[in-house]
């Protein structure tokens, strides 16, 4: 089936630092999606995009729907230890369809 | 305001035994899904529906029936518990537009 690639798989950052990742497909996708999972929780939706080049923010997030339609990418400006969690994307393949595809997600831990 | 209900929270089966899982959201959502969970994996679509009455297969349905009878509630039922099916499901509901808005804090469900 469709994957969606996210990257990186995990990092560790200083509080205080910029923080990016990116989730690419080989396929053309009509909607972005961005959410934050907390251990135990259900994700929670950050952000959605929905036309190329669309640079959408919600709060120190950022999120980009890439140009070619095939990538997306969020950016966390000054992270907090309570951005600790998984990031996920996830896409939506053909407009007007129900069905969305997650990435694998990016794990993020921050260091005090 | 509960959002989205999911029960049970944790559920351990045997081989071969069905049961239900319990989904049900209390802002009007006409659109409702089920993903599951897997390590290393990104949430996949089991089944989803777009009003009551109304359901339709996802990217991994074998296994699992769903119906629609109200505009609160979508049940999930395995048939034959698989070790296979040992996952996290995750139940999501949204207004309109069906990409997954708000999700319940999932079923951990492990079949022995």
């Known amino acids: 089936g469709q994957q969606l690639n996210q990257s990186p798989q995990s990092m560790f950052i200083q509080e205080g630092e910029d923080v990016s990742m990116n989730c690419t497909s080989s396929?053309?996708?009509?909607?972005w999606l961005w959410y934050k999972q907390d251990p135990g929780e259900g994700p929670v939706l950050l952000i959605a995009?929905?036309?190329?080049?669309e640079l959408t923010s919600n709060g120190r997030l950022t999120a980009q729907f890439g140009i070619t339609r095939k990538d997306s990418f969020l950016n966390i400006s000054a992270s907090i230890p309570s951005d600790v969690g998984i990031y996920f994307c996830?896409?939506?393949?053909?407009?007007?369809?129900?069905?969305?595809?997650f990435g694998t997600g990016t794990r993020l831990k921050v260091l005090a | 305001n509960a959002g989205v209900t999911q029960t049970p929270k944790f559920q351990v089966l045997k081989t071969g035994q069905s049961m239900t899982l319990q989904c049900a959201q209390d802002?009007?959502?006409?659109?409702m899904s089920w993903y599951r969970q897997d390590p290393g994996m990104g949430l996949r679509l089991i089944h989803y529906?777009?009003?009551?009455?109304?359901?339709d297969q996802g990217e991994v349905p074998n296994g699992y029936n769903v119906s629609r009878s109200t505009t609160e509630d979508f049940p999930l039922r395995l048939l034959s518990a698989a070790p296979s099916q040992t996952s996290v499901y995750f139940c999501?509901?949204?207004?309109?537009?069906?990409?997954?808005?708000?999700f319940g804090d999932g079923t951990r469900l492990s079949i022995l």
């Open positions: 999501a509901s949204s207004l309109a537009g069906g990409q997954p808005q708000h």
């Open positions: 396929s053309i996708f009509n909607t």
């Open positions: 995009l929905y036309k190329a080049g």
């Open positions: 996830a896409g939506q393949l053909t407009s007007g369809t129900y069905k969305y595809i």
């Open positions: 802002m009007n959502h006409e659109y």
């Open positions: 529906s777009v009003g009551a009455g109304i359901t």
